[in-house]
């Protein structure tokens, strides 16, 4: 098939440019594979849909802000042209995403993020990280990602990737990384203050030392009901009126040793069944959480917004096909 797809885009691309449907047809069978989009490929997304599809919104706890319940990982645009970044910002905003999200570890991203998203900083949510825990290196990272998205501010920023307790106690020690937000926010750099975790641990002592406003993991089928990963951290967060963001929605496992990368922004085996993928996003998204990061890559953001066309919280019966599924599966993240 995906043989076919690539003569098939080869010798009759300029068939495929002027036929909505077929190329809307490529996208399809392109998201589950390694195929790249192009920009003609990106403007015809969403064509023949209806004219008033938007993304629906969901309130990103006690902030009250409204964002979309699929956000834009910005992570796809590393090594991404300029030009490709910017036509699936505009294709994103046409169909009604307002939360961005993006950091200094992605690679070239936050460049390219940037003058794609301008045009319409004003109406998104933006959200940045750092991964520093000292404070110097805390006050570069923040300064630098203001300058490359040329904004003067961040809706939402955050600690990123906090996977230990010493991951954590640097960042809260004198000279820590949260002195530095904690200024920011005074400074009116930042509006919100959250962070991403890759453990339980980590997550829970984070909240203990510090009233966020938002907790950002991995929430994920397998991890969940496998791997006992992702309930903890979602009941408390809950319990404090935090705005919930769920990563690894459509993840299935990690990398084999040797296995080839699934596509060079997603470090992790992604579903690639369809109608799993799409069982994978409801699990999540029929939890309490405020907005979805789908993996990085262009294809699987565009997917991820095309089942929402038809989206419904998942059935007792689809959610037992998941865990037959998770108990074979081993699972991304585990609390260990």
């Known amino acids: 098939m995906a043989e076919y797809l690539v003569l098939n885009y080869i010798l009759h691309f300029q068939s495929i440019k002027y036929d909505p449907m077929k190329r809307r047809e490529f996208i399809h069978a392109a998201a589950l594979g390694s195929l790249a989009l192009s920009i003609p490929q990106v403007r015809a997304f969403g064509s023949t849909w209806s004219n008033n599809f938007e993304l ?37 905003i046409e169909l009604g995403v307002t939360y961005f999200d993006v950091a200094p570890s992605y690679g070239n991203a936050e460049a390219k993020l940037g003058p794609a998203l301008k045009p319409y900083r004003k109406n998104c949510f933006l959200a940045c990280k750092t991964h520093e825990r000292g404070s110097e290196g805390a006050e570069k990272t923040l300064n630098q990602s203001l300058t490359y998205l040329e904004t003067d501010y961040f809706d939402l920023f955050q600690l990123h990737a906090i996977t230990t307790r010493d991951d954590v106690e640097k960042a809260f020690a004198p000279g820590g990384a949260m002195e530095v937000i904690e200024k920011a926010k005074q400074d009116g750099k930042i509006r919100y203050v959250g962070f991403s975790a890759h453990s339980v641990e980590a997550a829970l002592l984070a909240m203990e030392k510090y009233d966020f406003d ?35 929605a459509m993840a299935l496992t990690a990398n084999k040793p040797g296995q080839e990368k699934y596509d060079k922004n997603v470090w ?51 959610s037992e096909k998941l865990m037959a599924l998770a108990a074979q599966t081993p699972p991304l993240f585990a609390n260990k």
């Not at 319940?69 to 042209?81: K, Q, Y």
């Not at 939890?287 to 095309?306: H, N, Q, V, W």
């Open 56 to 92: 629906p919104k969901r309130v990103l706890g006690r902030t009250g802000e409204r964002v979309s319940t699929i956000a834009f990982g910005g992570i796809m645009l590393n090594d991404h042209s300029p030009e490709f970044a910017k036509e699936i910002v505009s294709k994103a």
């Open 214 to 248: 938002t907790a950002m993991f991995p929430l994920n089928f397998a991890c969940w009901n496998a791997g006992d990963f992702g309930p903890q951290i979602y009941e408390k967060a809950l319990s404090r009126n935090m705005g919930v963001i769920a990563l690894k």
């Open 268 to 318: 992790y085996q992604p579903v690639t069944d369809e109608e799993t993928m799409k069982l994978a996003l409801k699990f999540t998204l029929s939890k309490e959480i405020a907005t979805a990061i789908p993996p990085g890559k262009s294809t699987l953001f565009l997917k991820a917004i095309e089942f929402m066309k038809d989206y419904k919280p998942i059935t007792p019966l689809e």
